[in-house]
């Protein structure tokens, strides 16, 4: 295969990863964390990339060396263990994936005037169209990169619009003045957590990207990913800070829509209808593809029949949605869920790392594994002290 081809593969499995992270939670999350901390939630978001780049490093070059999905790798780390992972991955992408069709569904209920549930249904046909396609690989990978793009570009116009203050911003971004241990334990958890964490490696192994020779490229995939996510997260910070920096109140209601409304007015308000909508429909997309792939290693059945049963996976989430109504709770606290899942996902990796049965004769960095290893000591505490507080405010 040309390295051209390789390239190409390799930014679709990145923009997989960092459009799997950008859905609505994350517009969510990133505007309410704003308002709470104001100039300073810089410094959770400079922490959050540093945290994500490990934790991403260590499981692509893991799972691309052993040329195994994680699941199978967990297994052979003990038994049963990659049922388990699979079992809370899968959950979770379920979850996810309720939001991420709610907040579609709201987007074309700003664009168009239809109600949030018709929204919803036409945006599941528009996700499901796309594993109809015989090339599905090729459309997800030239959609993903499409949505990220236009993600981008519209944040990056409402960022400028908005006149944020800059320098308060980078100073605090180093030296901030207030801190919140659940802001990072969310952010790094919508980022890299959950079934996000594998988005993009399993898109590797897919494409038959896998392999030890392949690590140079996958070290570029990775940081790729965690650094077209966090462009889209600093670019979203900044566009918020001046929003509220010039005096006003984000809705609570819809924080998101709030910064894009109040910054450019009701033009604003539409172009936050197109970003929502592009987020929750490419997160669809990215959870449905990875939750599945979690378990179609496990039957033939599912293996032979992946395309359709990720078609089933998009219409429950939909029908789900469509019963229980927006879940408004879980498009704030999807990060936070997530970040409980890290530290599993990532402990499996690291010790499958030092397991020759499977990654034969590679010897994983020992600085990139004790980085890797404070990762998860870090995401157990905060998500011990989350967990201790949700239950403190009971």
């Known amino acids: 295969m040309s390295k051209k081809t390789n390239w190409s593969v390799l930014t679709g499995a990145a923009f997989l990863m960092a459009s799997s992270a950008i859905g609505p939670g994350f517009l969510t999350q990133t505007a309410v964390f704003t308002q709470q901390l104001g100039a300073s939630f810089g410094f959770v978001i400079l922490l959050s990339v540093l945290l994500d780049a490990i934790a991403q490093l260590n499981v692509w070059r893991i799972i691309a060396v052993a040329d195994k999905p994680a699941q ?229 059945f599912i293996q032979k029949f992946n395309r359709y049963i990720i078609i089933v996976f998009i219409s429950i989430s939909c029908v789900i949605f469509e019963i229980v109504g927006k879940p408004v709770k879980t498009l704030v606290t999807v990060g936070t869920i997530n970040g409980f899942i890290l530290p599993l996902a990532l402990g499996v990796m690291l010790v499958a790392a030092y397991r020759q049965n499977i990654i034969g004769g590679y010897k994983q960095p020992w600085w990139l594994t004790a980085l890797g290893a404070a990762v998860v000591l870090t995401m157990t505490w905060m998500s011990a002290g989350a967990i201790m507080q949700m239950f403190s405010t009971k």
């Open 72 to 300: 199978d790798i967990a297994n052979k780390v003990f038994p049963g263990l990659g049922y388990l992972l699979s079992f809370l991955v899968f959950l979770g992408g379920l979850a996810f994936n309720i939001g991420n069709i709610a907040g579609a569904g709201l987007g074309l209920n700003v664009l168009f005037g239809v109600s949030v549930g018709q929204g919803a249904i036409m945006s599941a046909i528009v996700a499901i169209g796309i594993f109809i396609y015989k090339e599905a690989g090729k459309a997800m990978d030239l959609f993903a990169k499409t949505m990220g793009l236009l993600k981008i570009g519209l944040a990056l116009y409402v960022a400028y619009i908005s006149s944020p203050p800059l320098a308060e911003a980078a100073a605090r971004s180093v030296s901030p003045t207030q801190f919140s241990f659940t802001a990072v334990l969310t952010i790094v958890g919508g980022t890299v957590g959950g079934y996000i964490t594998f988005a993009g490696a399993h898109r590797l192994l897919d494409a038959g990207q896998g392999g030890r020779e392949n690590l140079p490229a996958v070290n570029k995939g990775a940081l790729s990913a965690i650094g077209l996510a966090s462009l889209m997260r600093l670019l979203l910070f900044i566009a918020a800070l001046g929003v509220i920096s010039a005096g006003h109140v984000l809705n609570p209601d819809n924080p998101a829509a709030s910064v894009f409304q109040l910054a450019i007015g009701n033009f604003g308000y539409k172009v936050f209808g197109l970003v929502i909508w592009a987020a929750g429909i490419s997160s669809v997309v990215g959870s449905a593809y990875t939750s599945v792939s979690f378990i179609k290693t496990f039957h033939p």
